[in-house]
């Protein structure tokens, strides 16, 4: 368990001598799902359903914990099903980010007390769970179905500065308990309408991350409040492309990366706390899809009219659309499909890639796909993206092998790669043969020149990689002489 730093001055200087990771979109995106079916009550189930992650291609999951008024610590139930996904997540290779938030508005952590409660509840939860190091504090606080008040009855926004103090006491209280936690504030949703007087009261994230950061500079803190900024860029409903920009409205999709990375830098840049920087993690991201006849006695309810649900292709295309878009935002550091599994309730989400019974759809595979060539490096091509591909597992035919005819090269590639196998006579260094091919990441891949007239010479085979769409250096390895005969 990780021990609880006692000093509170000790560990502010020990967390302000860290540096932040560096992320830089591109294939180093933790790519996953926000997903509260991992979160069962025995270990086989978690299990069960963390495997159904890792077979649709996700290495992420992203669950919720729930604080509630009084709480300063997870209830010894809440603790065992968490747990069970920190066991599930380990046996699976699964990284876990976990969301703590109050379930909503009738709950809001507004007082000194109800925030300093907030506060130990999240420390106390990453002290029970060491392998949790994403901790994102609240959920969507810009809307009125999370956070009240949104407004002060002067018309000023009051949800950001409440927010903010918050996450202040809750990023003080977590890295108190160990300084290389990652604390995610935000987890903002895409729209609002900053209408005080309207029947919802909701708040756009351009205004609540302006407000954010002017309470952040009215505070005088000269610490961070977070490591990273979770944001939930949903389309303004599932038929709507993933692209479609909104550069004259309030509302930040996938499209509007610029916007928002604009919006961080003015809230935040020369201050303590990073900006334009700051590392962002998409962690909720979900197109609907429509439920075929043969499964519709699974689901209860009526879709509302406004999600606009589209069919299996098109949800299977419009992932594929968002994971290129995230990939080549250079401060992005992940993307959370929500959810991998439907909710049964049409009034909530049918945007997994399983339906309700955990069945596949039939964007399953492709979305492993897509989610494959973003780990690959392959998904997109980025303006200024130079990838850097190595070889592993290079395995020459031997002395033996290649003269009885064998030649076959085996090898791996630490990133989707286009390959080239040269033979070269060692006596006048002309070339004898080449082959070339296209490899994905980490498989194994067979180069052959069994079969082809290489003549009598000695011989040495260069094998050379480079990545397949973004290329930066390549890689190459050398075998020793060989004979063909």
Request: contains cysteine; hydrophobic residues 40%; charged residues 20%.
């Amino acid at each position: 368990m990780r021990p609880i730093l006692t000093t509170l001055l000790g560990s502010a200087a020990a967390f302000l001598a860290l540096t932040t990771p560096a992320f830089a979109g591109g294939p180093t995106m933790a790519l996953g799902a926000a997903e509260d079916a991992v979160r069962a009550p025995d270990l086989v189930t978690a299990k069960v359903k963390m495997t159904e992650l890792r077979l649709a291609g996700m290495t992420a999951v992203r669950v919720t914990s729930n604080w509630r008024p009084g709480l300063t610590a997870p209830t010894t139930g809440e603790i065992e099903i968490l747990r069970n996904v920190e066991a599930a997540a380990r046996l699976s290779g699964v990284r876990v980010y976990v969301s703590v938030y109050s379930p909503g508005s009738a709950t809001t952590p507004l007082d000194p007390l109800a925030q300093a409660q907030f506060a130990q509840y999240a420390a106390a939860l990453a002290v029970a769970l060491p392998s949790f190091d994403d901790i994102i504090v609240g959920n969507e606080p810009n809307l009125n179905r999370f956070w009240l008040p949104q407004f002060a009855p002067d018309g000023s926004i009051a949800s950001a500065p409440a927010y903010l103090s918050l996450l202040a006491k809750t990023y003080d209280a977590l890295k108190a308990v160990d300084p290389r936690l990652r604390v995610w504030g935000g987890a903002v949703s895409p729209r609002g309408s900053d209408r005080p007087e309207g029947i919802r009261p909701t708040t756009s994230p351009t205004a609540f991350i302006q407000s954010l950061g002017a309470a952040y500079r009215a505070s005088g803190r000269t610490l961070p409040v977070m490591d990273g900024f979770a944001f939930h860029p949903y389309p303004d409903n599932s038929s709507v492309s993933p692209d479609l920009p909104h550069p004259r409205s309030t509302s930040i999709g996938l499209a509007d990366y610029g916007k928002l990375v604009s919006l961080l830098g003015t809230a935040f840049d020369g201050t303590a706390q990073q900006g334009s920087s700051l590392p962002i993690l998409y962690d909720e991201f979900g197109i609907e899809a429509t439920i075929p006849a043969g499964k519709a006695s699974l689901y209860t309810g009526t879709e509302p009219t406004t999600t606009k649900p589209v069919d299996e292709y098109q949800q299977a295309a419009a992932y594929d659309l968002g994971l290129r878009l995230a990939f080549c935002q250079p401060t992005v550091a992940g993307v959370l499909l929500f959810h991998s599994q439907d909710e049964s309730a049409l009034l909530s989400w049918q945007s997994g890639v399983y339906y309700a019974d955990g069945t596949p759809k039939s964007s399953l595979p492709a979305v492993r796909d897509s989610l494959d060539r973003t780990r690959g490096g392959s998904i997109a091509r980025c303006d200024g993206l130079a990838l850097d591909v190595g070889l592993t597992n290079v395995r020459f035919p031997g002395p033996k092998q290649f003269t009885t005819g064998k030649r076959d090269t085996h090898f791996r590639c630490t990133l989707d790669c286009r390959w080239e196998l040269r033979a070269t006579r060692t006596t006048n260094g002309t070339v004898a043969a080449t082959v070339r091919g296209y490899a994905r990441y980490g498989r194994t891949t067979i180069a052959s020149l069994t079969g082809r007239k290489l003549g009598t010479a000695p011989l040495r085979l260069q094998l050379t990689v480079t990545q397949a769409v973004n290329p930066g250096a390549p890689a190459s390895r050398q075998s020793g002489e060989l004979r063909p005969q």
